[in-house]
């Protein structure tokens, strides 16, 4: 190519002569956001983002349903039943002349053989366990119980809609096609993941708004004030699986866009979560630098893990080291934005076809 020509296709590349191009870059979020709504992969993926947390929370929202009165006393005549079977005799007898089988200490040779009789009945009884189920706590379920599962869906969802997106566009040849209208390729670049950030934010905030609103609303109507979740607590939930979404969209779309393949980057991406679970608890070292755990904290607020190296140096495996909120973002930021800007070199250096 000759010198003049070169100059031409580098000053249209970088926007040279077009004045008015920043103002378009609104145009280019809108395009893609049109593309995303028709492609069946990213609709399918936003239904199953939609449909596992309604599950989800109609699940929980059964299994800690408070108990009525015949379910009461259909307890009741199942617990007369089984008092009086001869199973529940056998077992006692068997407690009887092995009581430490059965966690009660004392010797039934030497010991009051029926106050053995007595205990071991206490403790076969079933009791009130078969009367109750455990309550719905909203806290508990943001802190560690089914909001983790929501997020992490929500997120795997939107790491594969962006991957899948992407991809697509790197397997048809159409990013080709795209960058006849927008030559800048960065830009065109941005507009995509400034797309798909936008969809998995707003589709995780609506999701996890839904959610803890049904939950809190739940057990609210169950006369159960103490169990609900305060506003605070509830908007940190949704805003920690906001950003957790955009994040995982944005490994997703930069590791497709440095690979240039939608299959090499679940290859990648499971393979490097099995190495990182499996090394450290292998080794015996200290895992606290594990981005495992940053992509836990990242979810939950915070996560735990034991020092491994202490219970080879101290002999003791009790210390718990604390990964926070903000640790966790800084350790995976910085992995992001080293792919992110490895992904930016790589599509404006190579041949796109």
Sequence with gaps: MSAPL???????????GHPDQRATFGRLVRVELLRLGRRRAVLGLLLVAVLVPAITCAVLVVETRPITAAERAQAEQQRAEYLASDEFAQSVEDCTKQPADFAIEGDPDVDDAPSFVEL??????????????SPLT????????SGLFVVLVLGLTALLAAATSIGHDFATGSIANQLLVEPRRLRLLAGKLAALVLVAAVAAGVVLGLYWAVLNGVAA?????????????TLQAVGRGMVFASLAALLGFALTALL?????????????????????????????????????????????????EDCFTVGECGQLSTITYVEGLLT???????????AAWSFRRRDVR
């Design 6 to 16: 070169e100059q031409a296709y580098r000053a249209r590349r970088d926007g040279a």
């Design 120 to 133: 071991c009945r206490d403790s076969l009884d079933p009791g009130d366990f078969v009367y109750e189920r």
């Design 260 to 308: 240039r393949s939608t299959v090499g980057t679940l290859g990648v991406l499971v393979g490097t979560t099995l190495l990182l679970a499996i090394v450290p608890s292998t080794l015996g070292s200290d895992d606290t630098w594990n981005p495992l755990l940053s992509v836990d904290a990242l979810a939950s607020g915070s996560a735990e893990t034991y020092r491994y």
């Design 221 to 233: 109507g169950r006369g159960e004030p103490a169990a609900t979740a305060s506003l605070s607590s």
């Design 138 to 145: 909203v806290d508990d379920e943001q802190d560690d119980g």
């Design 332 to 342: 995976v930021g910085v992995i992001l934005l080293v792919l992110a800007a490895s």
